[in-house]
């Protein structure tokens, strides 16, 4: 019997979101700010005490090594961002995405956009999925499906989520050393 495609989204979610789960067990604030080279982007307070993220509309050559911090910032900006228009929200896009300042929230932050996601998926039909109405809103996404939207966010969480667990893994091997 063949598979669903909604199903097959959603299993490969489920095993990405539990891998996340595993490297988001006991991240402290401190992890999430360890920079791995001198060259890096990280999430910081302005002047205000909103955290924001380092950026480039372009690119920088060489591109920076990310921390922890900016990873779960950069996962919350997309994520929330490709909410927001399927909710209709054409300026989400333009919106500045602050970082909850601290590890302990950015873990809740991602945890509440993984369930609207999933929540979002979850009956969602073939029909659903072709379609490109709800996805006109995005600025990369106007001649995907929703189908193709959804494999690039499981996709580009898989790719986030092994950042932060390549990044774990070299933080636990320096204090080892």
């Not at 989204?9 to 539990?18: C, E, V």
């Not at 360890?34 to 999430?43: G, L, M, S, Y």
């Not at 509440?112 to 029909?127: A, E, I």
Request: with cysteine; net charge negative; glycine share 6%.
């Amino acid at each position: 019997m063949p598979v669903a495609r909604v199903e097959l989204l959603l299993r490969q979610l489920d095993i990405t979101w539990a891998l996340f789960e595993h490297h988001a067990e006991g991240l402290s604030d401190a992890q999430c700010l360890w920079a791995p080279a001198d060259h890096h982007w990280t999430v910081r307070p302005d002047e205000s005490g909103n955290w924001i993220a380092d950026f480039a509309e372009t690119e920088p050559d060489p591109v920076p090594a990310v921390t922890i911090g900016w990873i779960t910032w950069h996962i919350g900006y997309w994520w929330s961002t490709v909410l927001d228009c399927l909710d209709g929200d054409a300026q989400a896009m333009r919106a500045v995405k602050h970082w909850p300042g601290n590890a302990r929230d950015a873990v809740g932050w991602l945890r509440d956009l993984h369930d609207r996601w999933r929540q979002r998926l979850v009956g969602m039909t073939d029909s659903d999925l072709d379609s490109t109405d709800l996805t006109a809103q995005l600025p990369w996404g106007a001649a995907m499906t929703l189908g193709d939207v959804a494999g690039w966010v499981n996709v580009e969480l898989t790719k986030n989520v092994a950042e932060i667990g390549a990044l774990r893994i070299l933080q636990r091997a320096r204090e080892a050393s």
